[in-house]
């Protein structure tokens, strides 16, 4: 049973760091690209950033570019997202997903995170 749990959420002040976490089971991680998605109230959920199953090539969404970074370990099945200068706007519901190699869908999910920022 694959399982992807975040976890690092909470309440933050507007300019602050955050760091999400998510821990995967059940799968052969090093076999997946993962990614992280967010759902503000009454929005879409929207991509956020991703990592290939190496961790060598990384994307962003345009909102969070240059203050955000993936990484991951494949030793420890975990990927991280480290949020900078966070403003507002960010705050959502993270989830954490990952999708098989040449696969285009991400198959599995976590439950989400909240990251909620005052301002």
């Known amino acids: 049973q694959v399982q992807l749990v975040e976890s690092g959420g909470g309440l933050v002040q507007a300019g602050g760091p955050l760091r999400l976490s998510c821990a995967a089971s059940g799968l052969a991680f090093s076999t997946y690209h993962m990614g992280w998605f967010r759902q503000a109230p009454g929005k879409e959920r929207e991509f956020v950033a991703a990592?290939?199953?190496?961790?060598?090539?990384?994307s962003y969404a345009d909102s969070v570019k240059g203050r955000s970074t993936i990484s991951r370990d494949n030793a420890k099945n975990t990927v991280l997202l480290q949020m900078d200068s966070l403003k507002p706007e960010d705050t959502a519901v993270y989830y954490c997903?990952?999708?098989?190699?040449?696969?285009?869908?991400?198959?599995?999910w976590g439950q989400g995170t909240q990251v909620t920022v005052s301002s």
């Open positions: 997903a990952a999708r098989a190699l040449n696969i285009g869908r991400y198959d599995y």
């Open positions: 990592i290939t199953w190496s961790g060598t090539n990384t």
